[in-house]
């Protein structure tokens, strides 16, 4: 039996993959690549090019890969684009998993694993780490088509024979440890990813967005996840379905934060670089601070994250943006002004 990974072949899911092949799984990725990368993908993998709301083609995967359960990666992820262009976001992200549920359910696969995001809960007013009974209220189009996933999802599952996990992704950064795969979509707006590519000079250098924040530095503050340890944590997910687990949501993140000021540091440090890190305005639509309560992933499915370090985080994503700047994918330029920047991200 195999799994289908579904955008395999971007960023979190050629970690998955990465994953699945390391444990010696049968995998099947389905990737559009609109935003992904054939490779990205694991070879060990086998690769479709196709979209998840193509009814034929998906049932046609898992009747001849005999699939097992689903992992549902594919997407769109950028929350500014989603302000801009939101019914793109209800479309890849809402209409498209609806349609593969519905695929999922007339085929009987009655394992399905969501990649959901903390987008989906309400800005906290305070520093406290959140819990998955927080307030469902995301702040954009993109958080929302998320959410209205899990909707769908946990009914569906209720409706027929099917078990689910849902994980609410946190600020996932870092690269695997063994520099096989990373984060290479250009133009990522990505806090730890701009650092990296300011430090290895593919960048002039960067804006911290906002410095007179009610957080003890004045600058925002973000729970940071290692992709890997994300992945890791998805197939922690798997074993608890097929261990007959029911039905589980989990915040994935490592219940620390830290702020822009501490991480772009960190940067500085680790790399040696002192590159420019200019205060700039608050980026539109930013919250000030978010923390996940990741406890009920380690109680509840045995989760047990091995990159739960800053340093970590970012020696891995240093390493996987030199190797890039190797192959030669390069960033589009930086423009000075931090206000037009501010703009531009808006835009
Ligand atoms: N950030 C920044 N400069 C950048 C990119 C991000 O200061 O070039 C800040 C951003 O304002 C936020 C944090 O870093 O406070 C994390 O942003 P990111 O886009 O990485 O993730 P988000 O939390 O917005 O999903």
Redesign the pocket.
Known sequence: MSILVTGGAGYIGSHMVWELVDRREEVVVLDNLVTGFDWAVAPDAKLIIGDIADRALVEKIIKEHDVEAIIHFAGSVV?PESVKHPLKYYHNNTSNTRTLLETAVRCGIDKFIFSSTA?VYAAPNDLKPIREDALLAPMSPYGASKLMSEVMLRDTAKAHDMRYVMLRYF?VAGADPQARTGLSTRGA????K?ACEAAVGKREG?????FNYDTPDG??I?DFIHVSDLASAHYSALEFLREGGQKFTGNCGYSKGYS?LEVVNAVKRISGSDFTARM?P??EG?IPA?VADASRMMTRLGWQPKYADLDQIITHALAWEKKLARRGVVAPPLQYDPMIKALSERN
């Open positions: 929350v987008a600020n707006t990505h806090l730890i701009i960067m804006d911290i967005y906002g600058t925002g973000r822009v700039a608050r980026r930013d978010i």
